[in-house]
């Protein structure tokens, strides 16, 4: 009955994302005060409820100021069910589908499932893997000329997307230009841990950078070989076919300057899956405590993160 009501009362919602944001009492976003003595909650005819005054820097504010949240029309329970849908379905979830479930027009649920993907992209990132850990390393290509055929002039017209899956652990996904040493290597330089033991294909440009890692292993598919001991890349696979049906079957069109928050929805659910101990309640969660600091405005709606 409480996850129900988060999704049907506006009150609930609000006191709901306050418990997520705020878990030691209200914060101003304008100063950072957080002294209970110097905040006041607001009351009045004319104020509505989840209004405080920060008494530093004399500026009212709401649990949704500074979020992506911030000064939309949209009530906050459909919000919070909104994120609920997003995160709980494996292959994702159209805005059609977003606009017949909450009742908003097709433009909104269109922007709020992007305003709830930059929610799920991480704030900051750390190295993956260890000492002794396997890391598996893949490329795929998505576009609407998508085929199965190897020869690169057949991908000009598709995005190429790199990533990187720790077993059992998180995934990690990059839109980058091309098939080039300058493009790929400061990625794997910068995301993964040189005591690590990396894992990829027989692909050229991973067998220079390989050399830096603990263990370079290597699977050659074009010999049909695909595992090897323990050395294969069946796990970032395995993400591939979760990602490539979600963006076919579901989404079925994406723009490249939008790719990067696509790829951010399926790392956050691979990431945070039921095998990792993170249910649908607590993904959820996840992703609302990730809205703070990534406000986006309609004019606004394709910034692209630093990685």
Known sequence: ??????????????????????????????????????????????????????NECEKPFSVTVGTVFERSHVPLHKWVYAAHLLTAS??????????????????????????????????????MGGSGKPVEVDETYIGQQEGLRTDV??????????????RGGAARSFHVEGKRLADIVPILRTNVRRESRLMTDQALHYRSV???????????????????????????????????????????HCSEKHLHRYLSEFDFRYSNRVALGVNDEARAEKALQGITGKRLTYRRPHRTPVH
């Not at 944001?21 to 976003?29: A, K, N, V």
């Not at 390989?210 to 970032?236: K, L, M």
């Open 90 to 127: 494996k292959k994702g979830i159209s805005s059609h589908q977003l606009m017949r479930m909450l009742g908003v027009s097709y433009k909104t649920a269109w922007f709020m499932s992007h305003r709830i993907r930059e929610g799920m992209r991480p704030a900051s990132l750390t190295p």
């Open 210 to 252: 390989g050399r830096e890692f603990a263990e370079h292993g290597r699977v050659h598919h074009e010999r049909e070989e695909y595992v090897r001991g323990d050395i294969h890349t069946n796990t970032v696979e395995g993400y591939y076919s979760i990602f490539k049906r979600g963006m076919k079957g579901v989404y079925q």
């Open 1 to 54: 009955m409480k996850l129900q009501k988060i999704y049907t009362d506006e009150t609930a919602a609000r006191k709901h994302l306050e418990s997520l944001l705020w878990p030691d009492g209200p914060t101003c976003p304008h100063c950072g005060n957080a002294d209970p003595k110097r905040i006041r909650k607001l009351q009045g005819k004319s104020t509505r409820d989840g209004v405080y005054k920060c």
């Open 153 to 166: 002039s057949r991908y000009h017209n598709k995005n190429m997307v790199l990533t990187l899956v720790e």
